[in-house]
């Protein structure tokens, strides 16, 4: 085997079997810029309230030369930390492909490798370290940072914290005839919704911690976001809306340091093309629009969106879904404020979200249309299959044992009894390989698809040392170099242009001219028309330009524009 491509092996903190620190994702993240200067490169793009820097990834060679690019960000939910070790296989899969001119990694085949290889690749593995590192050191459920400044804190509300002193912040119950828990009668450690016919005992079940403001007889409502403030996936630009309209949302767009980092990264960079922002879970794939009915889509658009979620689960297992018509709470009521509604509609990327992990799978159960009924709709059944397969093959992490206790509020109560972060939350270890593996298969497809500019030149002397140049800008790649319909008529989404720049000679006319988008030869997954009456579009992914050049010397030309990056071409006039 190729040396660096058994170095890069070696590196490996082991993020495709165990969830990482944050000290060891920074670790991972150096010793591989270390190792390969020449490939991968940190940045630092701001920093979380506890102090923790934001890295991003910059994989491929010569990082400062634009070119049409891609990203994936991951855990901005803290407790969804398998996100972090797929970016992390992503990026290290990238690496591979530099590393080895044949290889074909996750399948990959020889066209599809080259063009991933010509894609710059940025990897933020984890949005939220300050989040992350409770869930991993407390259990402790976090949203997305468990930093918290509201003033209005005078009402009673719940606040996490470890009561029995095993250092973890799980679950708490307390027997009550009112309850509306029961323990479940063929495993009685966990519990499950209350039905008129169950036996006492009842109990009500509460975070494990301590109620701030308490007054001594009323327990206040637990909500996820009692003690932390912000859901960083509500508090993105392009349709934020405030509380209470929308829960998360944070003060203003871009009010917590790391959604702002992460806004002002991709300001920087108009030549996203993809963007996967991954979650768990659940096994799915999520796709824009999320505010308006597929048939409002442009109709190449709705092409483009079935090829890569066929693809995608073509590699993964995993549906992709409409964001509107099958992933939202409420009906008719669109999550506001979401990291992929900004990208997608205001950074003109391909942006769509993975829930990482298909639990529902491992547990028998059938695919649901809408598909966010699997959250709503679980039964009694369903939970006694999750204890069993937790038993049987997840080490039984999932449904712990109570452990009694004197909460010196509520008096008697039981802690412990849940710890979702590897099971529900995130996949068993033995799990997060493949799911690594499949992920990145499936995206380094999806980068594959970018615009891929090319630029020939040819000339003919005239007569009199005079030249004529024939200049053909060509777009060789799937998607225009508009990205798609959508996007095209975002500012930052500029024509190509040309400029010439002449050394020891004259140029006739204008040094810069405009060439204008060039089409891809993509056309989704139905969109080639009939395979009864196949028929090509014209050159619309070519523009033939002349010039003419008076006198012998060097002409450089240069087409491309902020997003599709540039390309160069030199020819000497003799
Ligand atoms: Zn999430």
Known sequence: ??????????????????????????????AW?????????????????????????????????????????????????????????IAEDVIRLHLDEDAAPRGLSAPAAARARAVRFYVIPRISPDGAETVLTEGRYVRSSPHDERLHRGAARWVCKDVDGDGLALVMRKEDPGGEFVPCPEFPGLLVPRTLDDPPPYYRVYPEGFIENFDGAHIPSPHFLSDNAVDFNRNFPWSWAPEPEQAGAGDYPGSAPETRAVIEFVTKHPELF???????????????????????????????WKLIGASCEEHTGYPMVSGFEEFLYEPEKPLRGDLTDFGYHQRGALSYVCELWDLFAQLGIARKKPFVEHYSTLTRANLLALAEWDQAHNGARVVRPWRAVEHPQLGHVEVGGLDP????????????????????????????????????????????NTFELTVRGQNLGYLPTWGFT??????????LYLDVTVEGCTLRGASRREVGHLDGWGRGLYGAGSLFFPRSRGTTHQRTLTLVVQGRGEVTLRLGSCRTGFVERAVTLA
């Open 274 to 304: 993809a963007w996967l922002n991954l979650h768990t879970f659940g096994g799915v794939f999520i796709r824009p629009p999320g505010h308006h009915a597929d048939h409002k889509l442009p109709h190449e658009d709705r092409e483009l």
């Open 1 to 30: 085997m190729n040396e660096s491509l058994s170095q890069l092996d070696a590196l490996s903190r082991g993020f495709r079997a165990r969830y990482l620190r944050h000290a060891d994702v920074e670790a991972q993240l150096r």
């Open 421 to 464: 972060r590897v099971g529900i939350w995130n996949p068993p270890y033995d799990h997060l390989g493949e799911v690594c593996a499949r992920q990145s298969a499936a995206f380094l497809r999806v980068a594959a698809l970018c615009p891929s500019l090319d630029l020939t030149v040819e000339s003919k002397p005239l007569g009199d």
């Open 486 to 495: 959508g996007a095209r008529a975002l500012p930052h989404n500029e024509p």
């Open 33 to 89: 810029a270390e190792a390969f200067p020449a490939l991968v490169r940190v940045e630092t793009i701001g920093h979380s309230p506890q102090g923790r820097p934001l890295f991003v990834a910059v994989i491929g060679p010569d990082p400062d030369r634009a070119r049409p690019s891609v990203l994936v960000d991951a855990n901005m939910h803290a407790n969804e930390l398998a996100g972090t070790s797929v970016a992390l296989a």
